[in-house]
């Protein structure tokens, strides 16, 4: 059975920095799309970024959204099984559930929520102004 397990959540000021991780189990994504997404109370679940395989062996590519540019960065440790999302510069309007994602495929659409066959639960980020 495939699990994503998020952590890393948590409150934090304006401007404060956090690291979400997710670690996956029951199959290794090794060269497969991972990603993170979120979605804010009322709103639609929105990409935030993916790393994604570059087709040569051991490089991957990182993806974002564009109001993330910059100020967070996805990486992913496959001896671990697990992507990390550190955010810096939190702003409030960026307080949301935090969810991250894994795809059984390889060349996905990756900003499209469709495209990722499993899920985490979900971790809250809190941002206070």
């Known amino acids: 059975q495939v699990q994503l397990v998020e952590s890393g959540g948590g409150l934090v000021q304006a401007g404060g920095s956090l690291q979400l991780s997710c670690a996956a189990s029951?199959?290794?994504?090794?060269?497969?799309?991972m990603a993170w997404f979120r979605q804010a109370p009322g709103k639609e679940r929105e990409f935030v970024a993916a790393v994604a395989w570059s087709g040569s062996w051991n490089v991957f590519n990182a993806y974002y959204a564009n109001s993330v540019k910059g100020r967070f960065t996805i990486s992913r440790d496959n001896d671990k099984n697990t992507v990390y999302l550190q955010m810096n510069r939190l702003k409030p309007e960026e307080t949301a559930v935090y969810y991250c994602a894994a795809s059984q495929g390889v060349g996905v659409r990756l900003p499209e929520s469709l495209s990722y066959d499993y899920w985490g639960q979900g971790t809250q980020v809190t941002v206070s102004s």
């Open positions: 029951g199959r290794t994504f090794s060269n497969n799309a």
